[in-house]
Structures are given as structure tokens and as C-alpha cells.
């Protein structure tokens, strides 16, 4: 599974985490085997929310995933089976990996994973400024 965005430990278990707009601080699951009952699912869309307090939160990192093919730097869209899809917004880049030009100065693609080697990139974050 690719990573990315801000990523944080409660009780052991690592959940993201977001703050809202009054600076209250969030985890959050799609994983139903992770949450008790003091989560809450507000829209029925099967992300299980809590507000805690950031003095929980245990290594909380902002996590930046890409990809390098052929030397070339790429963002990782997205996951699927073997594959991972690609994009860039470098001409040199796109044509080089025969991406496919979706937008001005985008281009995406489906590589094998086997081509693709991931780099995670990790940030200590303060829970308390988020």
C-alpha cells in the first residue's frame, strides 16, 4: 500500500491524521478493524472518524511516497494489481517513459511495479501545530 499525507500512532495503532477548521485534531480509518465505538462514521461513507487529543498522538509523520524509473523522478497516483500509475509534469519525463499526455503539462501511465522503485520520504510532524 503507497503512503502519503500525514500519518500518526494512537494506542499502537497507526491511523491518519487531520485537524478541522477549529484546530480540533482527527485520526482517521477506512479500516473498520481499527476502530471501538468511540468512532464515528458522520457520512456513511466508511471513514471512521475520532477527535483526540494531539498529547496521544505518538510519531506523527508527514509521508511523501514517489516513484524513480529510469533515474526519473515520478509521483505515484495510484495502485492497482502490478502496476502502479504514474505522472509527471516534465515533457523530458513523460515522453521518455511514453506516458500519456492527459493535460498541458501532465502526463500519466500504467507502469509494472517491478519498474518502479519507491521512495518514502518522511517528516516528523508537531501533533499539537497541525
Known sequence: MIKSGLYTKYNGIEYKVTSD????????????????????????HGIYKKKVNPKELVNCESITTYGVIEGEKVQILQEKDDQFQVGTGSLFIGEKLQLKRVERDSWIGWISKSRVKIIEERRPVNPEKL
Open 21 to 44: 477548521m477549529d484546530g480540533r485534531v482527527m485520526i482517521y480509518t477506512e479500516d473498520k478493524s481499527k476502530v471501538d465505538s468511540t468512532f464515528y462514521d458522520l457520512t456513511g
